[in-house]
């Protein structure tokens, strides 16, 4: 990794480098003054005295381990964390980045301002001139950085440290001053967000009062940025980086409400109590949960919940924690609390809201009671709306233990609100997290194929390679790249029974080429390709259903080709082929599970009212087309044009540098090649195709240069080049509002 981290900077400009230099050296020397400076301005005289400690202490123990080390007494560490350098070798750890850590982790310079981006400034330039000058490895500055972080932290276990929670009597008194008629002030307990609570007796009725400090408010921002990081923007607030942003957020929410007219927490007053602190003092909203009423609310009390619902809607207010327990019902409802919303809202965080109470509801009343209740004040369209964000991830913790208890209740609520438009297509859940695991897996395979491929990249020639090119074999290239799309186009025509037009199709395949860059391509393919049918005059089951077919006779073309060419280029089908024993075990065992299933009343229950009816509407339109023998020869000549069409344009790639490996040979890496892209979840299968195919090639006898050039000009020609026209065939096909 360091050959590879010093080969890639290498070209880094040398004023980048000097100013990091001079930044790292003289920070090193000025930060711990000028944080000293600012910790007597502070009167914090003895957390000065524990942070040079932890210097001196870190300083001492970097050195006691360095001799250790160089001494040769703890093994094979002098070799993993040292280099050969001409006066001997680097040192193992670095004393002065130990000692600097240790003084920045007991000044606790975390979530001030200027002083937390100085820190970081100087550790960042001291680590990285210390690695490109050749004085550390990234191993032992890693190493340093915990060390000095660890002492740190144990001296201030060691010794504590000084409260800078205000008293009691301080909040009470910065109350007073704003006129709050306080007689006495209990302490309740933390809330979830780390702050402190009270409950506070007053002559105009009790006082919810929070104070917010800095060194314990940030439990709620690390767990709302935890959130933030896994979840899309609109999911989740951004976290508040300091006391004073947290407060006015805060305040802003409980005017909001006020100003929607929904009975919410009343804001009486904010003051800042001692140096780090804030107190915020609020008048209750009083009233009966909906999770303590549960069945008994009545109807109009439901009506109500979602006028108000409605109304925070229409204003773009937002609680986004909208929970049984936070709701409110009876005359004026209404929540207990703020949430963690937010204002002047987007379509997606007000639907997000929509869908916490329509599953709140539902847990409390019933699926039944809550959908009907949904639809007579919100109508059938808006509560279908709700359908693609009925996700757990969608919902508060409460909400998710809940479920828990209620089994099927979330899947029975899609399935009442998807009943209520039966002839709609259902959309797709929203994707609400910003990091997934097919995200992950695609950013880790993606950079394990793209190094596979630079490092074959490294071997060609190009000038010499596209010099001998031969220009007729790249235009047939492209032209049976252009014929992949005729092969879809002919075989959705012959599973459909209307008479579609071919230049329509020929552009809906098309944009399918581009929405693979933004969707799984099997989602993409299915969704454009269904809402096209559509549009022709299939209902939405019959379209999905013809989709189907297709993707079933392209996959049986996929087979019979595969099995051809491989018996063609002498690979035999015995190995490739024979069936696996536990294969051939499991196939009866699931034959039994699915008898065995279809023997519990419940689940033939669910059989015969969501399955058979779809069967009905869907197989007496399949077998008349393939009663239509026209219609099964336009389907099976498409499928069959598909992959032809594909394995042809490879042939003419290599045929381009002057190879000639025989044709089946090249089906057999193109075949092979597909399948491994299929499983690399990247866009297309970039960069799994490109070096399968490359391996595959030069396993039957092309040049490692050759075989990644004429890869890269198929991918161009099949992949890339069909983008663009892609994108203009979807921009027309919205404007005839076909997909």
């Known amino acids: 990794m360091e050959g590879d981290l010093q080969l890639a900077t290498t070209g880094l400009p040398l004023v980048l480098l000097t100013l990091l230099g001079w930044a790292g050296g003289v920070g090193v020397i000025l930060l711990p003054i000028a944080l000293g400076a600012d910790l007597l301005a502070r009167n914090r005289f003895l957390q000065l005295v524990e942070a040079v400690l ?11 381990i360095n001799e250790r080390i160089q001494d040769g007494h703890l093994g094979g560490v002098l070799g993993v964390l040292t280099r050969p350098i001409a006066e001997g070798r680097t ?70 440290t000084a409260s800078t929670l205000p008293a009691g009597r301080e909040i009470a008194e910065a109350l007073v001053s704003l006129g709050i008629p306080l007689h006495r002030v209990t302490l309740i307990d933390r809330n979830p967000q780390g702050d402190r609570v009270y409950r506070g007796d007053s002559s105009s009725g009790p006082v919810d009062i929070v104070v917010i400090d800095r060194d314990t408010f940030g439990l709620g921002t690390v767990r709302s940025l935890v959130r933030r990081l896994r979840l899309r923007s609109a999911s989740t607030r951004r976290p508040a980086l300091s006391v004073r942003a947290e407060t006015e957020y805060r305040t802003l929410m409980a005017l909001a409400f006020a100003r929607v007219g929904v009975h919410a927490p009343r804001i009486l007053g904010v003051a800042p109590v001692g140096a780090f602190s804030a107190v915020l003092a609020f008048r209750p909203a009083t009233g009966t949960l909906l999770a303590q009423r549960g069945a008994d609310t009545s109807p109009e009390e439901l009506a109500a919940l979602w006028a108000m619902a409605v109304r925070l809607g229409q204003a773009r207010v937002t609680h986004r924690e909208l929970e049984p327990a936070v709701l409110l019902v009876g005359d004026s409802p209404g929540v207990s609390s703020l949430g963690s919303g937010d204002i002047a809202a987007d379509d997606l965080t007000r639907l997000l809201d929509l869908g916490q109470v329509l599953v709140s509801v539902a847990i409390a009343v019933g699926v039944e009671r809550a959908v009907d209740s949904a639809v007579s004040s919100l109508g059938a369209e808006r509560v279908t709306r709700v359908v693609p964000v009925l996700q757990k991830i969608a919902l508060g913790p409460a909400t998710r233990a809940a479920l828990k208890e209620h089994g099927t209740l979330l899947n029975d609520l899609r399935e009442r609100v998807t009943a209520l438009s039966p002839d709609t297509v259902t959309p797709p859940p929203v994707e609400l997290r910003r990091v997934t695991s097919r995200a992950l897996v695609t950013v880790v395979g993606g950079g394990v194929a793209g190094y596979l491929i630079l490092t074959q990249l490294a071997r060609v020639d190009f000038a010499t390679l596209f010099a001998h090119a031969n220009w007729w074999w ?51 393919n299915i969704a454009l390709n269904t809402r096209y049918l559509v549009s022709s005059g299939l209902t939405p089951t019959v379209a999905a259903a013809s989709i189907g077919v297709v993707q079933l006779a392209q996959l049986c073309s996929y087979a019979v080709l595969l099995l051809a060419s491989g018996v063609i280029a002498g690979t035999g089908t015995y190995a490739a082929f024979t069936p696996s024993p536990i294969l051939v075990a499991a196939l009866p065992v699931a034959a039994l599970l699915i008898l065995a299933l279809l023997a519990v009343p419940r689940i033939r229950a669910f059989v015969r009212a969501r399955i058979l009816p779809q069967v009905r509407i869907v197989v007496p339109q399949i077998m008349r087309v393939l009663r239509t023998p026209s219609k099964v020869a336009r389907m099976v000549v498409g499928s069959l044009m598909l992959d032809a069409s594909f394995v042809a344009a490879l042939v003419c790639a290599t045929r381009v540098f002057g190879q000639h490996t025989p044709i089946a040979a090249v089906a057999v890496v193109y075949f092979a090649g597909a399948i491994i892209g299929s499983a690399v979840p990247t866009p297309g299968g970039l960069g799994g195709i490109e070096a399968a195919m490359s391996a595959g090639l030069v396993a039957v006898g092309v040049d490692s240069g050759v075989a990644v050039s004429s890869v890269l000009l198929y991918r161009l020609a099949t992949y890339w080049l069909p983008i663009p026209f892609g994108w203009l065939s979807l921009q027309r096909l919205q404007a005839a509002k076909v997909v």
């Open 54 to 64: 932890a210097a001196a202490l870190a300083g001492g123990a970097a050195l006691w």
């Open 91 to 160: 040192t193992p750890v670095s004393a002065v980045l130990v000692s600097l850590v240790a003084f920045l982790t007991v000044c606790r310079v975390t979530g001030r301002r200027w002083h937390q981006w100085a820190a970081a400034l100087v550790v960042g330039s001291s680590v990285v001139t210390s690695f490109f000058g050749g004085a550390s490895t990234a191993l032992s500055l890693a190493l340093s950085i915990v060390f000095g972080w660890a002492i740190g932290l144990a001296l201030r276990y060691a010794l504590g």
């Open 474 to 524: 790249v235009a047939a290239c492209v032209f049976f790249a252009a014929t992949t799309f005729a092969g879809p186009s002919l075989s959705i025509a012959g599973a459909v029974e209307p008479r579609l037009r071919f230049v329509r199709t020929y552009m809906t395949q098309l944009a399918v080429a581009f929405s693979g860059l933004v969707a799984p391509a099997a989602i993409g």
